[in-house]
């Protein structure tokens, strides 16, 4: 198929609410030695891009100004020095941004083939929230088989995932989630105990659902309001791993609580990271994480696709907070 030399892409007007996300028309980005153009099917959405779009949040240098952190789709072009991959394989990617248009070029070591078993389109609910999980639960919180973890946001995007990935690798897992509704969706995909933190007190229904005290690892994305119930509720040698701050990212906690029970606070972000750094994560979660969705035993959880020109609406669900899983845009 002919590559364009323009293509429809999603423009902010100006920093501010989501009628600012406009279609327009953008030249189709040149594809490095190192790259591969890829034909978007889909593209993620994610709350990141929601910050950005009110100008909170800016690309890191050298990123496309498109919103856009993961796409998949075939591939249109590969570049002169990329080898593995064909014209028209099936393909999904991490972005620093350039999702929310017809085609984008990637890094080739940041791509992934579309497993075997998922619908090309779905894969675009794939790369962020596998990275982010694989390497904040996995590689900074160290979850292991047989210990417990909390998640906090369960019904988000990334909750849906650190959910079924967790259950996969022999944990127990606990969220937290703002309904009866999303509650009830996080224990169908395998939480032992989700909590309506809108009703319950987290920490004492946690507690009582764990059994033994506490739980090993946190995945937290609230921050400050919940920063001493979340140590409060780590068990010895348990770690606390912050993915994000929509409480506030500062806070006053009891040191003694860290001493005592030797605790470990971290915390990491993904898109800062180098091509490098994150191609060690993709390398990663292709030998571990891959074959799990090649057998069906974890699958991403879609809420509802929509099309690329409905960006505004999907960043609207997003914000109303009624989602379960991941929202999508098709070209
Ligand atoms: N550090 C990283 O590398 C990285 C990478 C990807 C994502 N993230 C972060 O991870 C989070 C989830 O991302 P996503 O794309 O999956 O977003 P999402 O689907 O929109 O999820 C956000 C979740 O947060 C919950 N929430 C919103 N406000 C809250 C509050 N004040 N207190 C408690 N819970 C609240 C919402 O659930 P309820 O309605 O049930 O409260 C919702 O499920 C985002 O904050 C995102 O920025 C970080």
Redesign the pocket.
């Known amino acids: 198929m002919q590559i364009p030399r323009t293509m429809r892409a999603i423009e902010i007007t100006e920093p501010g609410e989501p009628e600012v996300l406009v279609i327009g028309t953008r030249a189709v980005p040149p594809v490095g030695a190192g790259d591969l153009l890829i034909r978007v099917a889909a593209a993620g959405?994610?709350?990141?891009d929601v910050?950005q779009r009110r100008g909170s949040y800016p690309p890191p240098p050298g990123a496309s100004d498109v919103l856009g952190l993961e796409v998949s789709g075939t591939v249109a072009a590969v570049g002169e020095a990329v080898s593995g991959w064909r014209v028209d394989d099936a393909v999904c990617a991490l972005l620093a941004g350039g999702g929310y248009a017809e085609y984008c070029a990637v890094p080739a070591p940041l791509c992934l083939p579309v497993p075997g078993g998922i619908d090309v389109v779905d894969a675009a609910a794939l790369p962020?929230?596998v990275l982010?999980v694989w390497t904040?639960v996995f590689e900074r919180g160290r979850l292991t088989a047989g210990e417990t973890l909390l998640v906090?946001?369960?019904?988000?995007?990334?909750?849906t995932m650190a959910i079924q990935l967790a259950r996969a690798f022999g944990s127990r897992v606990f969220v937290?989630?703002?309904?009866a509704e999303?509650c009830a969706a996080c224990e169908a995909l395998g939480a032992d105990r989700a909590v309506n933190?809108r009703e319950t007190d987290f920490v004492e229904a946690v507690r009582e659902a764990a059994r033994d005290g506490g739980v090993d690892v946190i995945l937290d994305?609230?921050g400050r309001?919940y920063l001493q119930r979340n140590l409060d509720l780590l068990n010895v040698d348990g770690r606390l791993v912050i993915?994000?701050l929509?409480?506030g990212a500062t806070a006053e906690v009891n040191l003694a609580t860290l001493m005592r029970r030797r605790l470990l606070v971290t915390?990491?972000?993904?898109?800062a990271r180098t091509v490098e750094q994150k191609t060690a994560v993709v390398d990663a979660v292709r030998k571990r994480v891959w074959p799990l969705f090649e057998t069906g035993r974890v699958r991403p959880v879609i809420h509802q696709r929509l099309r690329l020109a409905q960006a505004a609406e999907a960043h609207r669900v997003?914000e109303a907070?009624t989602?379960i899983?991941?929202l999508l845009l098709v070209t």
């Not at 959405?45 to 990141?48: C, H, L």
């Open positions: 959405v994610n709350r990141a910050m962020e929230v982010t904040n906090h946001g369960g019904s988000s995007g990334i909750g937290t989630a703002g309904s999303k933190y994305m609230v309001d993915i994000a929509m409480s915390g990491s972000t993904l898109r997003m907070s989602h899983g991941k």
